[in-house]
T-cell receptor
Framework: GAVVSQHPSRVICKSGTSVKIECRSL??????MFWYRQFPKQSLMLMAT?????????EQGVEKDKFLINHASLTLSTLTVTSAHPEDSSFYIC??????????????FGPGTRLTVL | SQKIEQNSEALNIQEGKTATLTCNYT??????LQWYRQDPGRGPVFLLL?????KEKRKERLKVTFDTTLKQSLFHITASQPADSATYLC?????????????FGSGTRLSIRP
């Protein structure tokens, strides 16, 4: 199946700094990627839909100026958590659809990035 | 907006038995419903998709049913094994106009004891 990678897998930063997380589709081109956040023992919450070459679409309650998304190519989307605070500590997961596989709406998920803000 | 409920937060069963997980949804009937497996500290892995016009779908030891009248999907693992222990998530599109994105239920943590 299609492979999605994320980098870094873990990051620890100080409060007030910005952190960039990369999501790559390794063997397919993804016009659409999705970013999720997951708190311990909770389900995945969709944050935004990342569209190649255009602005991301954010879910209600997600601050677009706080979580900057850039989908500059068909294989890379980045999520930047700006001015991170301890409450931003979470597990961030991206996913992508591979339209070339003709698998309607199946999403392939990355391994996730564990962000800890001190 | 769509709401999804997975009734059991945790389910503990004996190896070899059939595990049955429930996913209920409210409001409109989605065009499809998906089931994912998530292991601790990892991203979800797609298992099965069932469309609104399908009543049942099978894949090896997995079986999914979709009852659009009850607004419910059941996920079965037959001949369960300790390696099946994980969190299982159901997911579906949040609205008719959002066919590409999905929202997840809260998940059921399944434990298979030897």
């Amino acid at each position: 199946g299609a492979v999605v990678s994320q980098h870094p897998s873990r990051v620890i930063c100080k409060s007030g700094t910005s952190v960039k997380i990369e999501c790559r589709s390794l063997d397919f081109q993804a016009t659409t990627m999705f970013w999720y956040r997951q708190f311990p023992k909770q389900s995945l919450m969709l944050m935004a839909t990342s569209n190649e070459g255009s602005k991301a679409t954010y879910e209600q309650g997600v601050e677009k100026d706080k979580f900057l998304i850039n989908h500059a190519s068909l294989t890379l989307s980045t999520l930047t958590v700006t001015s991170a605070h301890p409450e931003d500590s979470s597990f961030y997961i991206c996913s992508a659809r591979d339209p070339g596989l003709n698998l309607i709406n199946e999403q392939f998920f990355g391994p996730g990035t564990r962000l800890t803000v001190l | 907006s769509q709401k999804i409920e997975q009734n059991s937060e945790a389910l503990n069963i004996q190896e070899g038995k059939t595990a049955t997980l429930t996913c209920n949804y409210t409001n409109y009937s989605p065009a499809y419903l998906q089931w994912y497996r998530q292991d601790p500290g990892r991203g979800p892995v797609f298992l099965l998709l069932i469309r609104e016009n399908e009543k049942e779908k099978r894949k090896e030891r997995l079986k999914v049913t979709f009852d659009t009248t009850l607004k419910q999907s059941l996920f079965h693992i037959t001949a369960s094994q300790p390696a099946d222990s994980a969190t299982y998530l159901c997911a579906l599109p949040p609205g008719y106009s959002s066919a590409s994105k999905i929202i997840f239920g809260s998940g059921t943590r399944l434990s298979i004891r030897p």
